[in-house]
T-cell receptor
Framework: NAGVMQNPRHLVRRRGQEARLRCSPMKGHSHVYWYRQLPEEGLKFMVYLQKENIIDESGMPKERFSAEFPKEGPSILRIQQVVRGDSAAYFC??????????????FGPGTRLTVL | GDSVTQMEGPVTLSEEACLTINCTYTATGYPSLFWYVQYPGEGLQLLLKATKADDKGSNKGFEATYRKETTSFHLEKGSVQVSDSAVYFCALSETNDYKLSFGAGTTVTVRA
């Protein structure tokens, strides 16, 4: 059973461009979580999605960031008009049921975004 | 808000040495505490966890005890191997919440 897949692993964008980060959850997992790790900081929760629904986007910046998890295909984190401060590692996690202390969420290897 | 502070790295050790990575936290309630490990090229994996005060989590020779009085959850291993080389993350979540808050990670390198 393949783990959580993220691509690309490294992404370079110039200021003002769009970044699209993809996350394929583990087979049978319908819950997806995105986290961001800024330089020298810990991972911070951004958004929680189920198929075709955003459940909790309390950690996502209001401007320029959006996320989706369509019925078919991977979850996408989209950042429009990127700025240097968006440079970070973006991690995706998935779980078969709602994650909690007794239900583990499984993480992908992350996408490292660099904005020039 | 909740936060986790862990020992800065990088840490370099010789095989069979003792490892301790310090982790302290601030939280409004009674959080659950976790250690995750990220091996090169892989995703973060849950290493161990503790859900209440004085609980000890253990796995693969690693241990950590939930200390409410010192708000700490230090990771320890008595004898490390080269295969323990990885980045270690301390994390917490409020009671049964899916949102995890992580420390910045500590890179550990074990030399043969």
């Amino acid at each position: 059973n393949a783990g959580v897949m993220q691509n690309p692993r490294h992404l370079v964008r110039r200021r003002g461009q769009e970044a699209r980060l993809r996350c394929s959850p583990m087979k049978g997992h319908s819950h997806v979580y995105w986290y961001r790790q800024l330089p020298e900081e810990g991972l911070k929760f951004m958004v929680y999605l189920q198929k075709e629904n955003i459940i909790d986007e309390s950690g996502m910046p209001k401007e320029r960031f959006s996320a989706e998890f369509p019925k078919e295909g991977p979850s996408i984190l989209r950042i429009q008009q990127v700025v240097r401060g968006d440079s970070a590692a973006y991690f995706c996690a998935s779980s078969p049921v709602l994650a909690g202390v007794y239900n583990e969420q499984f993480f992908g290897p992350g996408t490292r975004l660099t904005v020039l | 808000g909740d936060s986790v502070t862990q020992m800065e790295g990088p840490v370099t050790l010789s095989e069979e040495a003792c490892l301790t990575i310090n982790c302290t936290y601030t939280a409004t309630g009674y959080p659950s505490l976790f250690w995750y490990v990220q091996y090169p090229g892989e995703g973060l994996q849950l290493l161990l966890k503790a859900t209440k005060a004085d609980d000890k989590g253990s796995n693969k020779g690693f241990e950590a005890t939930y200390r409410k009085e010192t708000t700490s959850f230090h990771l320890e291993k008595g004898s490390v191997q080269v295969s323990d080389s990885a980045v270690y993350f301390c994390a917490l979540s409020e009671t049964n919440d899916y949102k995890l808050s992580f420390g910045a990670g500590t890179t550990v390198t074990v030399r043969a």
